[in-house]
């Protein structure tokens, strides 16, 4: 069974949405985990099921419960915080499928450099108030230019986990 999404304007619930990251480090050894403190966004569905919106993160309010940590990834080595703020996901197509599967293409700005970039999401809860997005993808941080790698501790991918809450804002006119 697919679910239905009201046709409208959707605002994302700030306090209740989460968009976190994981990468091993230290050859892989050790997980870092993290999360940003500040994120926001919107987007619409259209008549015919589809959507598109943005979500908008800022780098400045990434955690790892480490201080030192934090202020060497909000670097230059990593997402350049004070150059660019902000870190968005344009979504040129969201698409339900399969039941709740949600299939979401969009393109992915860090540090001003934009990739395009896909992934499978699962809808949470669509019936009659808000809706939940639990999403989890992959990006190569050196495609967004985070090549620092001392010692090569840093392999591999980073991998991004979201849970992103919207409520209705407007219906479609």
């Given at each position: 069974m697919t679910v239905a999404v009201e046709t409208g304007t959707w605002q994302l619930d700030s306090t209740t949405s989460t968009v976190a990251v994981?990468?091993?480090?230290?050859?892989?050894?050790?997980?870092?985990?993290g999360a940003f403190a500040a994120v926001s966004g919107n987007g619409e569905v259209r008549p015919d099921g589809s959507a598109v919106g943005t979500i908008t993160v800022d780098a400045a309010s990434?955690?790892?419960?480490?201080?030192?940590?934090?202020?060497?990834?909000?670097?230059?080595?990593?997402?350049?915080?004070?150059?660019?703020?902000?870190?968005?996901?344009?979504?040129?197509?969201?698409e339900l499928r399969d039941g709740d599967g949600v299939h979401v293409v969009g393109q992915l700005t860090v540090r001003g450099i934009s990739r395009p970039s896909s992934f499978t999401g699962r809808l949470v809860g669509a019936d009659d108030g808000p809706l939940t997005l639990d999403a989890e993808f992959t990006v190569d941080r050196e495609h967004f230019g985070m090549s620092w790698n001392q010692l090569g501790m840093m392999r591999g991918l980073t991998t991004i986990a979201t849970t992103l809450r919207f409520t209705r804002t407007t219906a479609a006119a």
């Amino acid at each position: 069974m697919t679910v239905a999404v009201e046709t409208g304007t959707w605002q994302l619930d700030s306090t209740t949405s989460t968009v976190a990251v994981r990468h091993r480090t230290f050859w892989g050894l050790v997980t870092v985990k993290g999360a940003f403190a500040a994120v926001s966004g919107n987007g619409e569905v259209r008549p015919d099921g589809s959507a598109v919106g943005t979500i908008t993160v800022d780098a400045a309010s990434l955690d790892t419960r480490n201080a030192k940590r934090d202020e060497h990834l909000r670097s230059a080595d990593f997402l350049d915080a004070a150059d660019h703020p902000e870190i968005t996901f344009a979504v040129r197509s969201a698409e339900l499928r399969d039941g709740d599967g949600v299939h979401v293409v969009g393109q992915l700005t860090v540090r001003g450099i934009s990739r395009p970039s896909s992934f499978t999401g699962r809808l949470v809860g669509a019936d009659d108030g808000p809706l939940t997005l639990d999403a989890e993808f992959t990006v190569d941080r050196e495609h967004f230019g985070m090549s620092w790698n001392q010692l090569g501790m840093m392999r591999g991918l980073t991998t991004i986990a979201t849970t992103l809450r919207f409520t209705r804002t407007t219906a479609a006119a």
